[in-house]
């Protein structure tokens, strides 16, 4: 579990309701089903026609990924990608194709079979910088998709407010009738900015955060591989991966990768 974002729920969700039950409120004033109903109904058609069906089934499966940490971090994929290149080291690139199976990452599978099926290094790094330009490019509608919600879901709830006031005026001879239907009116607004500010920003801003974490590692992972093929030490190549996880700023690493691959490269062919 990520314990981040638990722990912030949980904090976020004691706050606020501790400081209602010290005013006197209780928690059953707010659980109207009718409100619920309204706000996220009408916040999900609202992205819905915002986004097309495959962005909007994407930010509901990237979604358990703002609660639960990946599998696979960025150090064990760095000790993954050195096992590969002591193992291509001693037994040769075309090895690694027996280990293709266990691979879970995608994009290192990817990479793997092609540097297996004999691709040059510079023609892999071309496919492979490609493939994740495309990537980013998808992975940055997920938080856009969440973010739209937590715009949305506030103007809903005062859509909600409104319904229900209207139908409080159509009691007006019953006073306490309708002191209790304003009441149950403002649960929709209450649901909408909560959601908006606990829920889909929040959400938004961490997949954000961990989208760029990926990206970077997919920047590790094709430098890992190209230096494979490019006959880079093992111990060498750790160090170069290592340097993605203490700095993964993008442009920065991306200079950093560039600088470093002419030299080793020059010192792997001086060795083969």
Do not use: C
Request: hydrophobic share 45%; glycine share 10%.
């Amino acid at each position: 579990m990520d314990k981040s974002t638990w722990l912030g729920m949980g904090i976020a969700a004691a706050g606020i309701l501790s400081g209602m039950m010290i005013e006197g409120g209780r928690i059953a004033q707010i659980l109207q089903p009718t409100a619920a109903m309204i706000v996220f109904g009408g916040t999900l058609g609202a992205v819905m026609l915002q986004f097309p069906m495959p962005t909007v089934i994407a930010g509901f499966k990237h979604l358990p990924h703002a609660f639960f940490e990946p599998k696979l971090g960025p150090r064990a994929m760095v000790e993954q990608i050195v096992g590969f290149a002591n193992k291509a080291r001693k037994q040769g690139i075309v090895s690694l194709d027996a280990d293709l199976g266990s691979v879970n990452d995608p994009f290192l599978k990817k990479a793997l079979t092609l540097a297996v099926d004999g691709t040059e290094s510079q023609e892999l790094r071309k496919m492979m910088e490609l493939e994740m330009e495309n990537q980013a490019e998808r992975d940055e509608k997920i938080p856009q998709f969440f973010e739209a919600a937590g715009g949305y879901a506030p103007t809903v709830g005062i859509l909600g407010a409104v319904i229900g006031l209207i139908q409080v005026m159509q009691h007006l001879s019953d006073i306490n009738e309708v002191g209790r239907g304003i009441a149950v009116a403002f649960v929709a607004t209450i649901y909408g900015v909560a959601s908006a500010n606990l829920f889909f920003l929040p959400v938004a801003g961490k997949l954000k955060f961990q989208l760029h974490e990926k990206q970077v590692m997919r920047e590790m992972v094709l430098e890992g591989v190209a230096s494979i093929l490019d006959g880079m030490n093992p111990r060498m190549l750790e160090t170069k991966l290592l340097g993605f996880l203490a700095e993964p700023s993008g442009e920065k690493q991306e200079k950093i990768s560039k600088e470093a691959a002419a030299p080793e490269g020059t010192l792997a062919e001086a060795h083969r």
